[in-house]
């Protein structure tokens, strides 16, 4: 008997995010009055395990939550959302916590806190973990041991693994050459290209630098001007949608989850991102991180447009 593997298994972290609205970030040594606080269900690993599970994908994550209040209500927010949230582990004190602040411009800034996440260990990592899973998607809010231990297991399984470089850090190409996928936004591209990318031109530079580097298959996205991507099997381009702009927090977590559900359901790459590249804009058309995430139907009445 065949067994399907067709879930996207998200490692990573969960934050409760505290989101106050600014006319203008402060500059270093500044004070600037903004909204009051409000509190949503975050972290880059939840927010990409809640946006691939509402971009119609069977998903189930791997993460670490403390024992304060929060903790359970990241759990919640994620089983409300349909993901299976049975390997999300308890770790005694505080959970993940990110301090946002976005601008009139819907532009953010985000300090995190990493609470439980720092402790998400390469012996958290099980084979079993990797049972029907069809793609393994990461980020960089966990220690890189335990995302270096993911890579190698899933190697040896034989699953692909999608690391979202996020936040920004070097890699080294061991890990790299483990990878079928890399996302990375303008920073993180230029940071582990050593090229500079403001624009699609230096995009597409550093994406084939970086496969270069052992990845087979490299998305750069860059916010308003688009996403450029390079792969074994294609190579290309997209502009971005013309949306109204309100928070740009989870844009790239969207991209990154739909973008895994239509790789574990066998489209092409070109396929995914053009997915992709619409969750991602819809994400940034209201408040929070995952409370904007869209829903399957309106990413393809988007693509549809
Ligand atoms: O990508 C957005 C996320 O980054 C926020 O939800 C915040 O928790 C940080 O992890």
Redesign the pocket.
């Known amino acids: 008997m065949t067994v399907q593997r067709t879930r996207v298994l998200v490692v990573g ?1 969960l ?1 409760v ?1 505290l989101v106050v609205q600014v006319e203008m970030h402060p500059g270093p040594g500044e004070t600037v009055l903004g909204e009051d606080v409000r509190t949503f269900p ?3 690993g939840a ?1 990409q395990a809640a946006a691939a599970a509402r971009a119609g994908g069977k998903v189930c994550m791997l993460g670490r939550v403390g024992t304060d209040a929060y903790g359970q209500s990241l759990k919640d927010a994620l089983a409300e959302v349909g993901v299976d949230t049975r390997q999300l582990l308890e770790q005694p004190g505080p959970t993940g916590m ?1 301090f ?1 602040t976005v601008d009139a411009s819907g532009q953010n800034m ?1 300090v ?1 806190s990493s609470g439980a996440n720092r402790h998400l260990s390469p012996e958290d990592v099980t084979p079993e973990l990797f049972d029907g899973v069809g793609i393994v998607l990461m980020q960089l ?1 966990n220690p890189l041991e335990t995302v270096q231990r993911v890579a190698e297991l899933a190697e040896q399984i034989g699953v692909p693994v999608m690391l979202n470089a ?1 936040p920004g850090r070097p890699l080294d190409d061991a890990l790299l050459k483990r990878l079928s996928y890399l996302v990375v936004n303008e920073s993180e591209a230029a940071l582990l290209s050593g090229q500079v990318v403001s624009d699609i031109a230096g995009a597409q530079v550093a994406a084939g630098l970086l496969r270069a580097r052992g990845t087979a298959n490299v998305v750069v996205t860059l916010g308003g001007q688009g996403v450029v991507w390079e792969g074994t099997g294609s190579r290309g381009q997209l502009p971005a949608h013309q949306v109204t702009v309100v928070d740009t ?2 844009a ?2 969207a991209f990154c989850g739909a973008l895994a559900v239509r790789l574990a359901e066998g489209a092409e790459l070109e396929e995914a991102v053009r997915f992709a590249n619409a969750a991602g804009a819809l994400a940034t058309t209201s408040e929070g ?1 995952q409370p904007s995430l869209p829903l399957r139907n309106d990413i393809e009445a988007l693509m549809s447009l």
């Open positions: 972290s934050n995010d975050g972290g880059k927010n990110a946002i985000i995190v809010e996020a927090t989870a790239g977590d991180a």
